[in-house]
């Protein structure tokens, strides 16, 4: 009895220390509530992917816009309706973030299996993690749990979303605003490792910037023209050699001097960040072990548990 007793102890000693490292979190939520999630939301995610590889990497950047405005808690997603504005039309998101409908799939086939269990905020996170594992990249235990905001802010939105154009102690502070460390920022930033941006964010970094590789700049002045708004929504990829691949390769970019946005350099340009780009170009399973810490970290901005918030039924309306 006794021993049983101090085994049932530790039991709830391990559940509670888990519990507060996740917040109120936890990998295990939809258990019992909706077991199969997690399968719904990969085959979604591998059909997404075989029409477009590039999705990975976008849900990836909207689980980030998300977490980043309001903490993690699918405003993003909500459409500017009648009198409602919310964060779509921001700066940082407007044109630019996409994945939308395939977030629209993966919410149609859970509510078919589960029916109003599974949030619109939960689905962005499982999405994002799915995405860089199905690019090559690391996969993780996503902590589970949030509810679905019924408010959005456009301002938030554009005064949170960092612009390319930060320098390192601005991004250290945008982060920092967050609960994110400078190691947190570094490590997040090599999502960057897939996808691609518009001439519009890195026309300045390659027409004036001064760290960057002449050659790089170069390439890249061919499909973005020196004067906007002429070819803004043209698209580079971050990196060039395996731009859809989940690697280190960005970091090696960064060595070069062939960040595409002038906040990418900045991770390396003679400051505090350098030593650990070069520690990821020479280790990348650090570099992975750091991305899921990170990312872990940033799925617990701010998440609505508990009674707050609802769990949408149509990811882009609050409910009625």
Known sequence: MGSNCRAWHCLLALFLLSSAAYGQLSPSFYARSCPTLQLIVRATMIKALLTERRMGASLLRLHFHDCFVQGCDGSILLDDVGSFVGGKTAFPNVNSVRGYEVIDEIKKNVELVCLGVVSCADIAALAARDGTFLLGGPSWAVPLGRRDSTTASLKEANADLPPPSLNLDQLIKAFGKKQLSPRDLTALSGAHT?????????RDH???????????????????????????????????????????????????????????????????????????????SLFASDFVAAMIKMGNIGPLTGTAGQIRRNCRVVNS
Do not use: W
């Not at 499909?223 to 990196?239: I, Q």
């Not at 060039?240 to 002038?262: C, E, I, M, P, S």
């Open 194 to 202: 897939i996808g691609f941006s518009q001439c519009v964010n890195f």
């Open 206 to 284: 390659i027409y004036n910037g001064t760290n960057i590789d002449p050659a790089f700049a170069t390439l890249r002045k061919r499909n973005c023209p020196a004067v906007a708004p002429t070819g803004d929504s043209n698209l580079a990829p971050f990196d060039v050699q395996t731009q859809l691949v989940f690697d280190n390769a960005y970091y090696r970019n960064l060595v070069a001097k062939r960040g595409l946005l002038h906040s990418d350099q900045e991770l390396f340009n003679g400051a505090s960040q350098d030593a650990l780009v070069q520690l990821y170009v020479a280790n990348p």
